[in-house]
C-alpha cells in the first residue's frame, strides 16, 4: 500500500484519545517522559495532560517539567508543535503518590475527579536495593491511594497500572492473568506505618520470604491491590519487562539512566566490570522504551476503543520473538566499545562471564579490588580524590541484584499484543509500532552507546577521536601488563620445577 493510501485510512488510537483529559503518575521518569512526548507529538487532540509531580531536590515541580521539556528529548515535538503547545497541553498538579491521599490539595483532587477520564499510574521506585518501608509506602500504598481517587472519578474510561513482568518470580512462564499477591497488601501497608524504619529493616527478610528484593516483593503487592479494585473501576494491569534506551523514535538510543545493560555496557566500556557471574547461554526480556509507549497506548485502545473487557492483564514482552543472550550483549559490547570507545577508561575493554561462582570471586579481587585500591593511592598521592573502590562497591551493589535475573529464567505469553496487532490497519501499525520488525541489534546498541555518551556521560561526539587514541594507549599496557603477569606466572613455576627437580636429586 502506498504512503498517500496509508494516510487516508483512519487512526482509531488517535480518534479515541481526541478530547480525552488524561492523568499520569512517574511522567518525570524515562517511561512517562517518552509517554508524554509521544502524545505530545502524535496525538495532539487529546485533551490535557495532568502530571503530578513533587519538589526534588529544591526544585518546584513547574521547574522540573520545565527541565523536561527542554532536553534533547522533545527537541522533536518543539520544533513541530512550539514548545507553548507543549505548555498549555501538560498541567502539573503538585502531589506525591507516598503521601496519604496523595499529597493533593482539595482543589487539585476535585478538578481530577471531574476532568480526567484515563489514568496511567506509572510512579514507582524502581531501585531495587530499596528500603521496605519506602518501597511499600510508594509503589503499594500509593497505587492505593490512586486506586481511592479513580473511584472517585465521574468519566473514568480506564486506570492503567504499569506494573512490571518481573514481580511473580515464582511464575517461570508468567501468563495474562492475576496472580495472588505474596501477602495481603492492606497489611502489610498498615504494619509498615505504625513500625519504626529499623524494626521494618529487621523484618524484611522474613517479610520477602522467596523474592530476592523489595521492588518485586511491593510490585506484586501492588497487582494485588489492582485486581482487588477491578470490581469498582475499568482497571488493567500493564507489565513491561525490561525497559531500555529508545529504538527508533523521537532521538534513537536515548535514555536518562544506566538501568539494565546500558549500564553494563558504560561499566565494561570504562573498563571497570571484568567479570560477571551468569549464564551466558541465559537471556532476559527486554523491551525499547518507544515500543513499550506504543503498546501501553495500544492496550488502552483495545480496552476503551475496542472495549475487549475480557482482557485485563496485559505482559508488554519480547523474549517470544528475540531472545538476546548474555553471551551476545557482552560480544557486541566489546566490539562497540573498541569502535565507539568512552572517554577516560581505566583499563582495556575485557573481561569474561563466569559460571563458576568462585573462579568469579577471585576475579573480582584480582581484577576489580586490587586494582581500585592501587588506583584510589595513586589518586590519593597524586592529590585527587579516591574514586575507585566508591565505584567497584556500587559495581558490586549491583552484581547482588544482577546476579540473581541473569542466573535464573524467564518466559512470559503475550497473545493480547497480538491480536491487538491483527486489529491494526497499516497506519496504525507504523504510527503505533509492536513489532520488531527491522531491528538490526547492532545498529540499536551502537546507538545506545552513542547516546549514552552524549546524555549520560556528557561525551560529546568531537571527542572520540581523543578516546579513540586513549584506547589504543590502554591496548598497549594491557599487552604489557598481560605480558608481565604471564611471565612472572612461568618464571614461577619454572623456579619451582628446579627446586623440585634438585630435592628429588638429593
Known sequence: ???????????????????????ITGGTGFLGKVMIEKFLRCIPDVGRIHVLVRAKKGKDPKHRLDEIFNSPLFEKVRELRGLPFIQNKVSIVSGDVSLPNLGLSLEDRMMLCEKVSIVYHAAATVRFDELLKRAV??????????IELAKEMKHLLVFAHISTAYCHLEEKVLGEKAYPPPADPHKIIKCVEWMDDDVVEAMTGKILGALPNTYAFTKALSEGLVEEAMAHIPAIILRPSIVIPIWQEPLPGWTDNINGPTGLLIGAGKGVIRTMY?????????????IAVNAILACTWNFVGIKDESRRVYNLTSSHEFK???????????????????NGIVWYPGGSMKQSKVMHNICVLLFHMIPAYFIDIL??????????????????????VFEYYANNQWDFKNDSIDVIRQRFNDRERINYKLDGDGLDLDVYFEACIRAARIYILNEPPETLPAARRHLALMYVIDLLTKMIFFGFIMFTLYSWSIRLKAYAFD
Open 278 to 290: 551468569c549464564d551466558e547461554r541465559g537471556y532476559a526480556d527486554y523491551l525499547p522504551v518507544d
Open 1 to 23: 500500500m502506498t504512503d498517500s493510501k496509508i494516510e487516508e485510512l483512519p487512526d482509531r488510537l488517535a480518534d479515541m484519545f481526541k478530547g480525552q483529559e488524561l492523568l
Open 379 to 400: 589518586l590519593f598521592f597524586t592529590g585527587h580524590k579516591p574514586v575507585m573502590c566508591r565505584v567497584h562497591r556500587r559495581i558490586q551493589k549491583g552484581f547482588e
Open 324 to 342: 538476546v543472550t548474555w553471551r551476545e550483549i557482552v560480544e557486541r559490547g566489546r566490539k562497540l566499545a573498541q569502535k565507539v570507545p568512552f
Open 137 to 146: 509506602l510508594l509503589n503499594t500504598r500509593g497505587t492505593k491511594n490512586m
